[in-house]
C-alpha cells in the first residue's frame, strides 16, 4: 500500500534492507492512545514484524478508522460552532491536514443566477492568488461538479480526459487532484478539492472516499446556513414590514388568540401600548354582542390559509369603528400563528352612505318633480273651473262657501306641488349676488314671534361676509324650515343658534366628502339643543313626506324643500345630531366674488291694462287649454 507523504509529525525508520519507511502521524498519533488500552508491546511487535519483513509502509486499520473518526468530529464541530462560513472552512481544513495532504486545497461553490463559481475558501502554495468568480467552464472541478461524483485524477488520468476534451488546463498543473461534490438532498451545490503537486500518487480510493464523506458533511453544512440566512432575511423583511405597514397590524397565537407581535400603527390607532396588548386577546378589542361570533369565526378557520373579513373594533377610548381583516395562517418563530391586518373602512362606510344617499334622493326629486307637475296642471283646471263658477252663480252664501273651500283645498294643493318643485330642483328661482348677513337679520325681527318666549334665539353673523348667488326668497324659506324644526325638537324650550361664516375647503376635506368641490363657501348654520335625532332617522330626514311628528303636525316636505333648493343653488348641506344632544345643520353655499345687488324702486305702474289688449292662451293639456272658455266672461269682468 501506497504510504502518505510525511504530514505534521512524520518519524523515519529503517527497514532491513536499508531503505526509508514513513510512519505517518495518522498512525503515530493514535499509538499514544491505543497503548493506554492495551500493551504498548502490541503496536511495537507489529512494527518489528514490519520492518524485518522489508515492507516499506503499513498500516493499521484500527488506528487508521479511530483517527479519521475524529477529524470528522474535529470538522463537524467546526461546522456547528462557528457561525462564520469562511472560519468554518478554515478549521475544516485545518483538521483535513491531520490525515491527509490538503496544504492545496479550495471550495468552489456555484451560484446558480450566475452560473459562476465563487471560491470562499481557497489556499495554495502555487497558485496564490484567489481565482475571481468564474464560469464553471471545463476545469477539473467543473467536470466533477457536472458528473456529481467524486474522482480522483492523477496526470495520467488527467492527460486523458484532455484527449478526450472533457477537461482542459486551468492554474498551474498538479501531479495528484482529489475532487469531490458537495451534494444537499436535491442538488450539487460545488466541489471540494485537494491536489498536490509533487507527488502523483498522494492520494488514494480510501484518501476519496473520506473526503468524500467531508464533503458531505459541508454540503449540509452550508445548504443549512443558507436556509437559516434565507429565513433570516424572510423574517427581517417581514418584520420590516410588519414595523412600516400604515395599517394595524398583529401576530396572535392561533390557540390562545393572544397578542404576541404589534405594529407602531396598532399601537397609534386603538390607542392601547405594546405592553397592554401583550396582555390582551383579540376579544378584547371587540364588541360584547361580536365576541361569540369572532370565537366561531377563528374555529372554523383553523389552518385554512387566507381570510378576509367585515368586523367592528373597539379603540382604548371606546370608540368603535368599522374595519376589514385580513388573516393568514402561518409558521411563526416555530409556534402557529395568525396574522391579522386591520384596516378602517369607517369613513369608506360613511361616503359609500353619502353616494347612496345622492343617488336615493336623486331618483326621488326626478320621481316628485314629475307628479309634481302633473298634479300642478290638474289643479290649474280646477282653480281656473272654480274661479269661473264663482262668478257664474248667483251670490248664495252656500255656494260662495263651498267654492271658498274648493279654493283654499286647491292653495294648499298648490303649496304642496311648489314644495315639490324645490326639492327635485324644477322651480323657478331668480337669483342675484347677495350677502346671506341681510335675509338672517331680516328674519331675525320676525323668529322670536315665531318659536316663542321658551327658545333663546342668538344670531351671530360674520363680519365681511362672502356674497352668493341665490334667491332672496328661498333663503328666507330654508331659514324658516330650520326653524320650524329646531322649536318643534325643543317642546320644553331650549336655545337655537343661527350662524353665518366663511368657510375654505380642501382637498382634506374633499378626501372625506368626495361630492363636495374644494374652495370657497359661505355656511349657513342653525343648531338647538333639542331632542336630536337617531342615525336611522338622520338617514330619511330630507325624504319627501318622512316626518317624526304627529299626524297632522307636519307634511314632511320642509326639510325636503331646503335640501332640494340648497341642491338648485349648487349648495350641499351636512346634519350632525344626536339623541339628546340637539342638532346641527351645515349649509354651504358657493362664495362669488362680485358686489352685492341692490333692488331698485320700481317705476312700473302695477295697474292692469285695460280697452285693446289681446289675451293668448297657450297650456300643453287639453283640459287647461279648455279653461279659456271663460275668457270671454273674464273681458266683460275686466271691462275689455
Not at 366674488?593 to 320700481?602: F, T
Request: net charge neutral.
Amino acid at each position: 500500500m501506497i504510504p502518505h507523504p510525511l504530514q505534521q509529525r512524520n518519524d523515519r525508520r529503517r527497514a532491513s534492507g536499508g531503505d526509508e519507511i514513513y510512519f505517518s502521524a495518522r498512525a503515530e498519533g493514535v499509538c499514544g492512545q491505543l497503548s493506554q488500552t492495551t500493551s504498548p508491546c502490541h503496536f511495537a511487535q507489529a512494527l518489528r514484524k514490519v520492518l524485518l519483513s522489508g515492507q516499506k509502509s503499513f498500516r493499521l486499520p484500527y488506528v487508521e478508522w479511530r483517527t479519521e473518526r475524529q477529524v470528522i468530529a474535529e470538522i463537524v464541530h467546526a461546522l456547528n460552532q462557528t457561525a462564520n462560513l469562511d472560519e468554518s472552512l478554515a478549521g475544516i481544513h485545518q483538521a483535513l491536514k491531520k490525515v491527509l495532504s490538503a496544504e492545496n486545497c479550495f471550495v468552489a461553490l456555484h451560484d446558480v443566477a450566475t452560473g459562476r463559481f465563487s471560491f470562499p475558501f481557497f489556499v495554495d502554495h502555487v497558485d496564490i492568488v484567489p481565482p475571481p468568480a468564474q464560469r464553471v467552464g471545463h476545469s477539473c472541478t467543473a467536470y466533477v461538479f457536472r458528473k456529481g461524483v467524486p474522482m480522483l485524477i492523477p496526470q495520467s488520468e488527467f492527460d486523458r480526459l484532455a484527449a478526450e476534451g472533457e477537461v482542459e488546463l486551468v492554474g498551474a498543473p498538479s501531479l495528484s487532484w482529489l475532487g469531490v461534490p458537495l451534494k444537499t438532498p436535491t442538488e450539487t451545490i460545488g466541489v471540494l478539492v485537494v491536489q498536490h503537486y509533487g507527488n502523483e500518487k498522494a492520494y488514494d480510493q480510501r484518501d476519496l472516499e473520506f473526503l468524500n464523506s467531508v464533503g458531505g458533511h459541508i454540503a449540509l453544512a452550508i445548504e443549512r446556513r443558507r436556509s437559516e440566512e434565507s429565513l433570516r432575511k424572510k423574517e427581517e423583511m417581514f418584520r420590516l414590514l410588519f414595523s412600516h405597514n400604515p395599517l394595524p397590524t398583529w401576530v396572535i397565537d392561533r390557540e390562545t388568540l393572544r397578542f404576541l407581535e404589534e405594529n407602531e400603527a396598532a399601537v397609534r390607532v386603538y390607542g392601547y401600548s405594546q405592553e397592554e396588548f401583550r396582555r390582551m386577546t383579540i376579544l378584547d378589542i371587540r364588541p360584547e354582542e361580536e365576541k361569540i361570533k369572532v370565537l366561531q369565526y377563528f374555529q372554523k378557520s383553523k389552518g385554512d390559509g387566507l381570510h378576509r373579513g367585515h368586523w367592528k373594533h373597539r379603540k382604548k377610548d371606546g370608540k368603535i369603528i368599522e374595519v376589514e381583516t385580513t388573516v393568514h395562517e402561518l409558521e411563526y418563530s416555530g409556534r402557529q400563528v395568525r396574522l391579522i391586518v386591520s384596516q378602517d373602512v369607517s369613513e369608506r362606510h360613511i361616503l359609500e352612505q353619502q353616494l347612496r344617499q345622492s343617488q336615493k334622493m336623486e331618483a326621488v326629486g326626478r320621481l316628485a318633480g314629475g307628479v309634481a307637475h302633473d298634479f300642478n296642471n290638474l289643479l290649474m283646471v280646477i282653480k281656473g273651473h272654480t274661479e269661473l263658477l264663482r262668478n257664474a252663480l248667483p251670490p248664495a252664501e252656500e255656494y260662495l262657501r263651498k267654492i271658498e273651500q274648493i279654493e283654499r283645498a286647491a292653495d294648499r294643493a298648490s303649496g304642496l306641488t311648489r314644495q315639490l318643485l324645490a326639492f327635485s330642483r324644477l322651480q323657478m328661482l331668480q337669483p342675484k349676488v347677495m350677502n346671506l348677513n341681510d335675509v338672517v337679520s331680516d328674519m331675525g325681527r320676525l323668529l322670536p314671534r315665531l318659536i316663542g318666549e321658551d327658545i333663546e334665539l342668538v344670531i351671530r353673523t360674520s363680519a365681511d361676509l362672502g356674497a352668493v348667488r341665490a334667491d332672496g326668497s328661498q333663503m328666507e324659506q330654508i331659514i324658516m324650515n330650520l326653524v320650524v324644526n329646531a322649536r318643534d325638537a325643543m317642546p320644553d324650550g331650549g336655545k337655537l343658534i343661527i350662524e353665518t361664516s366663511d368657510a375654505e375647503l380642501d382637498s382634506v376635506y374633499n378626501d372625506k366628502h368626495p361630492i363636495v368641490r374644494q374652495g370657497r363657501y359661505v355656511v349657513l348654520c342653525v343648531s338647538d339643543t333639542g331632542t336630536g335625532m337617531s342615525p336611522e332617522t338622520q338617514a330619511h330626514i330630507f325624504e319627501p313626506f318622512f316626518t317624526t311628528k304627529a299626524q297632522g303636525k307636519g307634511t314632511g316636505l320642509g326639510l325636503a324643500t331646503v335640501y332640494g333648493v340648497v341642491k338648485q343653488s349648487g349648495g350641499f348641506i351636512w346634519v350632525y345630531s344626536e339623541l339628546g344632544r340637539g342638532t346641527i345643520f351645515k349649509i354651504y353655499f358657493p362664495r362669488v366674488d362680485q358686489p352685492v345687488e341692490r333692488l331698485a324702486p320700481s317705476s312700473v305702474s302695477c295697474e292692469a291694462p285695460r280697452g285693446t289688449e289681446t289675451i293668448l292662451l297657450t297650456k300643453d293639456e287639453t283640459r287647461r287649454a279648455r279653461g279659456g272658455a271663460g275668457v270671454p266672461r273674464i273681458r266683460r269682468l275686466h271691462s275689455y
